[in-house]
């Protein structure tokens, strides 16, 4: 048996794919641009009758088609996408593209592989289509976390495009029955996350004495969830969630970014101790992102009781964990922090990479 990954080389889809592996589960076609944010490396080491890449474009219908007619997959799980807000901000169009073209795409062709297949190969066919909780909005410091059944209300163009992918997944089961599943999860944090995100971002900078660039009043609130109980979730909704019905995953780890940024210090005190001073005094206030959104907050309930998930990690031993795993993997970080990396810390910090 085979399923289709999109998005395999990156953050989340290294995770999965590790994961599904290491759980005995069946073999992996992956199919990936290898754009900035994915690194071929990561699952390199695999061999092809586990892993077999397929280098290319989620808008590309002819090589979708193809992988899908030579493959025959189980299920299609999609994570490829354009995934940071800030350059969403300043370069919307490739969000639209591979987040909105990309999705419709990838229905299209997988809904015509369904309609060729018979019996119980039609009835267990499955396209999980990993989403945010950031299609919802912004939460008050009081409101209740977001359920299944928030209003989509999305703040910038990276989410808007997230949700327009989830409009798509549920009018694709409406309309033609197609067997589709969405997730709506919080902020992932953990090991192979590119370095433009807040946690791999602060380690890295803290590690090296450069500035940390914090957003505004850095009292902007996130839920973490550890990538690997991401992945055990997604794992669970592909295998066992309802077809036409969506499924928040969070961490139950509220935590404002100021409140992130010194856990990430004290490690780094204890294991990396600076010349002088402490690793907290490198933070600076810099203008805040365009129409941020100020909390976020996931109500994992129908997951956790119809489904019997649980995040694993503890938020503390889990950022422990990674601020570790950036420190015993430089080689990991260097490799993936190119020219291009350089130029967006330019471009967006005005400071070196
Ligand atoms: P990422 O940016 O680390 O990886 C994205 C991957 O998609 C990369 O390997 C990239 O090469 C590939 N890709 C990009 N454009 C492509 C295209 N046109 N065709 C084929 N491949 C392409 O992202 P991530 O953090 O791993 O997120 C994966 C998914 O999970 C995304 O859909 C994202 O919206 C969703 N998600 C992420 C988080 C988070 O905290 N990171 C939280 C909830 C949901
Ligand atoms: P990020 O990792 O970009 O995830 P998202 O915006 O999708 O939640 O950012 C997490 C939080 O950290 C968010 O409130 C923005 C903030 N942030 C900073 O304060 N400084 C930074 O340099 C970055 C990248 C993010």
């Not at 979708?64 to 025959?72: G, I, S, T, Y």
């Not at 909005?137 to 997230?162: C, I, M, R």
């Not at 309802?242 to 940024?261: D, H, T």
């Not at 990991?332 to 350089?342: N, Q």
Request: proline fraction near 7%; charged fraction near 20%; include cysteine.
């Amino acid at each position: 048996m085979t399923i289709l990954v999109t998005g395999g080389l990156g953050f989340i889809g290294t995770n999965f794919i590790l994961g599904h592996l290491a759980a005995g589960g069946d073999r992996v076609v992956d199919l990936d641009l290898a754009t900035y944010a994915g690194n071929p490396a990561n699952l390199a080491h695999l061999p092809d009758g586990e892993h077999l890449l397929a280098l290319g474009d989620v808008r590309d219908r002819a090589l979708v088609d193809r992988l899908l007619a030579e493959h025959v997959p189980r299920a299609l799980v999609h994570l490829a996408a354009e995934s940071h807000v800030d350059r969403s901000i300043s370069r919307p169009a490739a969000f639209i593209e591979t987040n909105v073209v990309g999705t419709f795409t990838l229905l299209e062709a997988a809904r015509a592989h369904w309609e060729t297949l018979a019996g119980a190969d039609r009835d267990a066919f499955r396209f999980l289509y990993v989403s945010t909780d950031e299609v919802f909005g912004s939460l008050a410091p009081d409101d209740p976390p977001f359920t299944e059944l928030s209003p989509a209300a999305p703040n910038s163009p990276y989410s808007a495009s997230k949700a327009a992918g989830d409009h798509l997944v549920r009018a694709y089961f409406r309309t033609y029955g197609f067997p589709a599943v969405t997730t709506h999860c919080s902020n992932n944090y953990g090991p192979y996350q590119f370095p433009e995100k807040f946690i791999p971002l602060m380690i890295i900078n803290a590690l090296a004495g450069k500035p940390l660039p914090v957003y505004g009043d850095g009292r902007q609130v996130r839920d973490w969830i550890h990538v690997e109980d991401h992945a055990r979730a997604l794992s669970l909704v592909l295998e066992k969630g309802a077809p036409g019905e969506s499924y928040n995953i969070g961490g139950r780890s509220e935590r404002a970014n100021l409140e992130v940024l010194e856990a990430v210090c004290r490690v780094l005190d204890g294991t990396d101790p600076l010349p002088v001073g402490r690793h907290m005094d490198l933070a600076v206030h810099v203008t805040d992102r365009p129409g941020h959104d100020r909390r976020y907050a996931v109500d994992s309930s129908k997951l956790e009781e119809g489904l019997g998930f649980m995040p694993g990690y503890s938020f503390p031993d889990g950022l422990e964990a990674t601020v570790h795993w950036y420190r015993a993997n430089r080689p990991w970080v260097e490799s993936v922090t190119s020219g291009g990396y350089r130029e967006w810390m330019r471009t967006h910090y005005g400071m070196e990479g």
